[in-house]
């Protein structure tokens, strides 16, 4: 069992930065491919990004390709998104969801475990 938590959300401008942190604890961390989804009001919960365990390769949703970055960190069990150049249109809850398949999914089915969400808010 995977539990994880996210931080770093908050209310900034548009054109400014936020790094979101996925704290994972139970499990084998490493083992877990980690992706990335955001809800906005009204819509459907959304591929953001996703980090193969495997190949430490990413994939990113069209919308946020060259704005957003996902790292991890095994030794902390973390796993990171950097959103740089943050619009209007980026506010939502986002969920970082762990998978044990090696591959980036994007779907939410593909996924076991999710976090509570952080509230991210980016003012014009």
């Known amino acids: 069992q995977v539990q994880l938590v996210e931080s770093g959300g908050g209310l900034v401008q548009a054109g400014e930065s936020l790094r979101l942190s996925c704290a994972a604890s139970?499990?084998?961390?490493?083992?877990?491919?980690v992706g990335w989804f955001r809800q906005a009001p009204g819509k459907e919960r959304e591929f953001v990004g996703g980090?193969?365990?495997?190949?430490?390769?990413?994939r990113y949703a069209g919308s946020v390709e060259g704005r957003f970055a996902i790292s991890r960190d095994n030794a902390k069990n973390t796993v990171y998104l950097q959103m740089n150049s943050l619009e209007p249109e980026d506010t939502a809850v986002y969920y970082c969801?762990?998978?044990?398949?090696?591959?980036?999914?994007?779907?939410?089915?593909?996924?076991?475990?999710w976090g509570q969400g952080t509230q991210v808010t980016v003012s014009s």
């Open positions: 980090i193969s365990w495997r190949t430490l390769s990413t």
């Open positions: 969801a762990a998978t044990s398949l090696a591959t980036i999914v994007t779907v939410t089915t593909g996924y076991q475990y």
């Open positions: 139970g499990g084998i961390f490493r083992t877990y491919s």
